[in-house]
């Protein structure tokens, strides 16, 4: 068996900023699938450096930069932890107080606010430092038994046109005062939705299920059954491409086209979450780190691995 630190790290969330940098957040190796912290590392022009460690497990990150205020690093915990960083600035803690049992998932900047998703169908949005919840008709009361919804993504275009999914193939959408269920066209598990640039509503989730939403409301299925039963975990744009993490590959959406990137010339792919700048995607999973600049890619191994 090969020699580990005891430091070694596996990476899970990542945060792209401007220029060729990037906010990573880990866990210990040895703590294996059952983490109780989390270590935040940066890498800035391919030097690694320590930013700092929470005893939270951090399920989402996120970069906003408010009206008039400086940018910040925004991260979310399993269990209603809620922080920003701003630039220069000490942290800002804006708890979330979950009203049911389970975790937050996911973490979304839609205008100057900021939304989040989890278990039993929870959701709630930041707006002038207060955490609302606004999941009447979509949050199922916990019975002490299964989880009954589970919420894994959350993106949107507007205040009033904001779209969550989650386990099962749930869809729900947003309109500023509702929810309304979308009547979905699988039973899979959606791990993450995105909405793009270019008008659409992109979901991807388990068993090659990958699915745009047109604007004019009808469905495109991405897959066409030539992604066999491969897992895809996370999405971002760059370079105006929707890139989706599939484990072993990462696919770029070009249209109703689906394509492979390029296999990354050392080191083993393992995309699980995907962010992106103008400049570069950042793939982490596992030990390894990469960035592709659209050409090739880039390994950025971990000084603690």
Known sequence: MAYRKATALYFTTVCAYPGDMAALGGHLQSEDSDPIG?????????????????REVIYAMVLRTPTGEKRRLCIL???????????????????????????????????????????QGQVYRLNGGTWKAIDRGLRIPFDGDDVKRLLLSISGFSTNDVYTCGFEGEIWHWDGKKWRE??????????????????????CGANGTLLALE?????????????????????????????????????AINGAAVQKLPTPSEGKLDAMALAASDDKLWCVGGDDVFSFDGKAWTRHVCPEN
């Open 38 to 54: 989390t270590r935040f590392m940066l890498i800035n022009q391919g030097a690694w450096g320590f930013l700092f460690d929470i």
């Open 77 to 119: 915990g399993r269990d209603g932890l809620y922080r920003e960083y701003p630039s220069g600035g000490s942290p800002i803690d804006i708890p979330i107080k979950p009203t049911e049992a389970g975790y937050l998932e996911d973490l979304a900047v839609v205008g100057d606010e900021v939304y989040a998703c989890g278990a």
């Open 215 to 251: 604007a004019d409301g009808t469905w495109t299925d991405l897959a066409r059954g030539k992604l066999g039963k491969i897992s895809m975990w996370d999405m971002a744009q760059f370079k105006g491409l929707i890139h989706v993490a599939a484990g072993s590959s990462v696919l």
């Open 182 to 203: 979308l009547d979905s066209p699988t039973n899979f598990p959606l791990n993450c939705v995105l909405c793009a640039s270019d008008g659409r509503t992109y979901f």
